[in-house]
């Protein structure tokens, strides 16, 4: 008995002593974040969670302290999941905004408005739901510069906040965080790339795309959501726009290009629609994009092909689609929120009409 309390200790120390390094190592401080939202969410290296607050177009990098459990053994399935974490919060509203998946233990993360206040939970891979304490805990932010101004404009169906588009998505990718939204430049719609340990903001590039479902190159609307994936061995993106082209950047094109670069536009998967969250993966020897749309359903699009595709120059018109192939997965209909769990399985964030939101672990299609 004494042996294995003394293991279990020993595994104790040594997991806050690797999460104390890691915290040193990625330039991190004690403290309390103060968040004004919590609108986006990724994860980064070792238990570095990536948090946008878009409200202050600013990201913070949290130390989760989330080291033990096998993501290969994670299943987690919550019905009404925003009713759980009311109870958890002792909160009497609870808005879901984002969720992410540690890869190396399953737990998932979740960024909600508890009571029109930010505030993040933790969920292991048992399903188990506990908050995330932001009492001094280690981290670092970065505010974005050229942010849109935090301020109503328009009328009717038109009123909007840019400001609340300042960040869309994140993504951790070869030593730098990549960030989709909007910024006040001349071409709004903006993909930055960020040093971690953080440094400084990085103004980010404008990015131009033709809209096949408009005719029209178009650089107002900010990139909804996107995955960082190696494409013949070069680094890209591929990312979703409304009414709703998809579309790739080489990551190296954002360091090259200037101010402004012009994507090429892989596919046009329909008009009328919003592009809601987006994965890759890989199963029997293919590589996959698994898309969630607000009127379309899930698509599930082959990458075969990309590096030769060259793109779309000619107006897609009634709805129709072109470019890259998909396939509708009618199992996972009223998908608003997934990221991969393990080789095998997506967490997914179900919504069907007039329905609850349940977290569900289903296999990758």
């Given amino acids: 008995m004494f042996v294995k309390l003394l293991s279990l200790a020993t595994l104790i120390v040594f997991a806050s002593k690797s999460s104390s390094q890691a915290a040193d190592i990625r330039g991190l401080d004690k403290g309390t974040p103060e968040m004004k939202s919590a609108t986006t969410l990724a994860f980064g290296p070792d238990d570095i969670l990536f948090v946008g607050d878009a409200k202050a177009a600013t990201l913070f990098a949290i130390a989760t302290g989330d080291m033990e459990g096998d993501a290969s053994k994670a299943s987690i399935n919550i019905e009404n999941l925003p009713k759980a974490i009311e109870e958890v919060l002792h909160a009497a509203k609870v808005e879901i905004n984002d969720l992410a998946v540690n890869p190396h233990t399953g737990s998932a993360f979740v960024a909600v408005s508890a009571d029109d206040k930010a505030a993040l939970v933790k969920i292991d891979g048992g399903g188990k739901i506990t908050p995330l304490s932001l009492i001094n805990v280690s981290y670092s932010k970065v505010a974005l510069t050229d942010a849109p101004e935090d301020k109503v404009t328009g009328e009717g169906r038109r009123i909007k906040n840019n400001r609340m588009d300042s960040i869309t998505d994140i993504a951790f990718f070869e030593n730098k965080v990549l960030v989709s939204g909007l910024s006040n430049a001349l071409s709004p719609s903006t993909v930055r790339e960020l040093n971690f340990p953080f440094t400084?903001?990085?103004?980010?590039?404008?990015?131009?795309i033709y809209h096949a479902a408009h005719g029209k190159s178009e650089d107002t609307?900010?990139?909804r959501t996107f995955v960082p994936m190696m494409i013949d061995g070069e680094p890209n993106l591929l990312g979703?726009?409304?009414c709703t082209p998809l579309v790739r950047i080489p990551v190296k094109d954002l360091e090259a290009a200037g101010k402004k670069l012009k994507a090429t536009t892989v596919a046009e998967l329909g008009n009328m629609n919003r592009p809601l969250d987006?994965?890759?993966?890989?199963?029997d020897?293919?590589?996959?994009?698994l898309l969630s749309n607000s009127a379309r359903g899930v698509m599930k699009i082959s990458t075969a092909g990309l590096k030769e595709n060259k793109g779309l120059t000619e107006p897609v018109r009634g709805g129709g689609k072109a470019g890259q192939d998909y396939t509708s997965v009618d199992s996972m209909a009223g998908v608003i929120q997934m990221d991969k769990l393990n080789d095998h399985s997506a967490l997914i964030l179900v919504h069907p009409d007039n329905s609850p939101q349940n977290l569900k672990t289903v296999p990758l299609p």
Avoid at 278 to 283: G, P, Q, V
Wanted: glycine share 12%; aromatic share 12%; hydrophobic share 40%.
């Fill in 200 to 208: 400084e903001s990085d103004k980010g590039m404008g990015i131009e």
């Fill in 221 to 223: 609307s900010a990139m």
């Fill in 278 to 283: 987006m994965i890759a993966y890989e199963k």
């Fill in 240 to 242: 979703a726009y409304v």
């Fill in 285 to 289: 020897g293919a590589s996959y994009l």
